[in-house]
């Protein structure tokens, strides 16, 4: 196009193509730069860099094994359950009964172990198959009888929570004497869950944004009726994001029991999922449909859990937290809805 | 020849690429469609014309596999056939550039482009040979737009259009339905759609339907004309034989009729 080529060098953009001969160091970091300040993923970073920072220098603490360990246990369960939920904001959904999959999952594992003699691997199997058949259930109320997913989830959130204080009669149980091993890399050891929220982070982040399926995914959440009009089956690409985050609450639930070697009725329940949102929300994926990055809400759900920490350590009260959690929700939706809005005047 | 109406339909029956025969579609009390016959000549340009509500889009939602019509047949190359969804219609030839256009504005254009027939090295897209193929053909095409990296957001209704048809044209499509393409569109961004369907027109291997309301437009373009009343065919003329006046008078000629009606009684 004549357009760019009147351009100069200086201001052209990361176009793919061969760079010239003469190309310097400062000219590759600038372009790095601009690439990286592109990426939604790229200011919840540099707060949660500015925040290592500062807590490293103001609490002594904050850099020991102990204490990061602690950071990626608060992390990973919310890293996990933003997978799902990131999913299905991306395609314009919400799941807001993960957290009650999450307290029945253990109770599931346990009954089996327990009651039925089940060998552990099964029963942890069935424990996450159902976390799934309650996504697909989320999915069916929603695709197919066409409740919309907030309602759907809230009312299938209190029949899950109903089935676990009926069956666990709501006492805490001790964990399964023959799960403990398996416990061990699933949730127990100190590093297995960031581990976990790690590595599926990155298996999903490459499958949102590098195949077929994520692009369908947000090609759904961004224009539902012109992704059918393409071939897109829309109720496929939903179907699959509930059982996605069903699954994901049904893991991080078994997860977190055995990290506290309990199973507790009082655990999950909408705190976990409205922190996995808020990750969500705090790390750029909009509310909106048609965009949302999974790595951003890792960022997200660390930024979370570094303050939460840090206040701590700092020996501040937790009361303000919430005012902090709060106004980052506010700005992260604004700044969002803002740039998009730029974004669609051609001003960035 | 007679020169009795319709007289294009008796003729040229062997070279149709697509025919549709009795096509009755009905929604609950409402019947959208009574008894239609139309057919499309290799590469030919075919315009629709008619009223709002007169039964136009639902005529292309069936052509195009969205929607199945009560009764009737559709024939294509000489093949009765059945279309029973977007992908099926697609298969064959038939695809549709909607009003809406089906592009997803968060997606980039090549990604647009390539929107369910992505090239994939597996199991990830293939991003770089679909950004190359993508440049080539809005290329070929004459489609001016800065980048295929960009949002499709960002680009103007003359650009997406563009995008829009030359997704389908580089589908293989062999028969493109467009619903309204010159809607809402400036002189000058109009004058670009209608240069890339002359553009098709010579190519020679693509049949174009195209639902337009702008009269003048559609006879600087189309070689033929079909006016849809109340879900019926009621005129079916070469572009030579007819005039913007005769089209525009066959329409409001009803609301005319009423309007005189009222005021014989007044």
């Known amino acids: 196009m004549s357009e760019t080529a009147e351009r100069s060098p200086g201001v052209q953009s990361a176009a793919p193509g061969g760079s010239p001969p003469g190309n310097n160091l400062l000219g590759t970091a600038k372009r790095g730069l601009t690439i990286f300040g592109q990426q939604r993923e790229a200011t919840v970073f540099i707060v949660v860099v500015a925040l290592v920072i500062y807590f490293k220098a103001a609490a002594p603490a904050f850099a020991t094994k102990d204490n990061l360990v602690n950071i990626s246990q608060i992390t990973a369960p919310v890293a996990i359950i933003a997978i799902g939920e990131v999913l299905l904001l991306v395609c314009g959904e919400i799941d807001l009964s993960v957290g009650f999959i999450f307290v029945l999952s253990p109770f599931v594992m346990h009954f089996l172990i327990d009651y039925y003699s089940v060998p552990v691997i099964p029963a942890v199997l069935v424990a996450l198959l159902m976390g799934v058949a309650f996504g697909y259930i989320n999915g069916f109320i929603t695709v197919t009888l066409r409740v919309p997913s907030f309602i759907a989830t809230l009312g299938t959130g209190f029949v899950i929570l109903g089935i676990m204080q009926v069956t666990s009669h709501d006492e805490p149980v001790n964990i399964p004497a023959k799960a403990v091993s398996v416990g061990q890399w699933l949730g127990a050891d100190a590093w297995s869950e960031i581990i976990w929220a790690v590595v599926l982070v990155a298996i999903f982040h490459v499958l949102l944004t590098r195949t077929r399926w994520g692009l369908h995914t947000v090609a759904v959440g961004g224009n539902m009726l012109g992704a059918s009009e393409a071939g897109i089956s829309v109720a496929r690409i939903k179907m699959a994001a509930f059982m996605i985050s069903g699954f994901m609450g049904a893991l991080v639930g078994m997860q977190e029991a055995f990290r506290v070697s309990d199973i507790d009725p009082t655990s999950g329940g909408y705190g976990i999922m409205f922190s996995a949102v808020t990750a969500a929300v705090i790390g750029g994926t909009a509310l909106t449909g048609g965009s949302g990055t999974i790595i951003g809400a890792f960022f997200g759900a660390l930024l979370l859990a570094i303050l939460s920490d840090g206040f701590n350590l700092l020996g501040i009260s937790a009361d303000p937290l919430p005012i902090i959690t709060g106004v980052a929700i506010l700005v992260a939706m604004i700044a969002n809805v803002q740039l998009a809005r730029l974004r669609r005047a051609g001003k960035t | ?266």
């Open chain 2, 1 to 266: 020849m007679t020169v009795e109406q319709p007289e294009p339909v008796a003729t040229q029956f062997a070279d149709d690429v697509l025919r549709v025969e009795h096509i009755t579609k009905r929604f609950g009390a409402v019947t959208a469609l009574t008894d239609v016959n139309l057919r499309l000549a290799r590469s030919e340009v075919l315009g629709l014309i008619g009223d709002n509500g007169a039964g136009k889009s639902t005529l292309l939602k069936i052509l195009c596999g969205f929607q199945q019509p009560d009764s009737g047949r559709i024939v294509l190359n000489g093949e009765e056939v059945s279309l029973k969804s977007v992908d099926q219609a697609r298969a064959l030839g038939i695809d549709a550039v909607y009003q809406d256009l089906a592009l997803i504005n968060e997606l980039t254009v090549y990604h647009n482009m390539f929107l369910k027939r992505e090239h994939v090295r597996w199991p990830l897209l293939n991003n770089k040979s679909m950004r190359r193929q993508a440049k080539q053909h809005l290329e070929d095409m004459g489609v001016g737009i800065p980048s295929v990296d960009v949002q499709v957001a960002k680009l103007s209704g003359g650009q997406r259009q563009a995008i829009a048809v030359a997704r389908s044209v580089y589908s293989d499509a062999k028969i493109l339905l467009l619903d309204e393409p010159l809607a809402a569109m400036g002189a000058k961004e109009a004058a670009m759609i209608l240069d890339l369907v002359r553009d098709l027109k010579r190519r020679g291997d693509v049949s174009v339907i195209i639902i337009a309301h702008n009269y003048g437009q559609v006879l600087e373009v189309c070689d033929r004309v079909n006016l849809l009343q109340h879900g019926e065919i009621t005129l079916d003329k070469y572009s030579a034989d007819t005039s913007v006046v005769e089209l525009t008078n066959l329409v409001v000629a009803e609301y005319r009729a009423a309007l005189e009606a009222r005021h014989r009684s007044a």
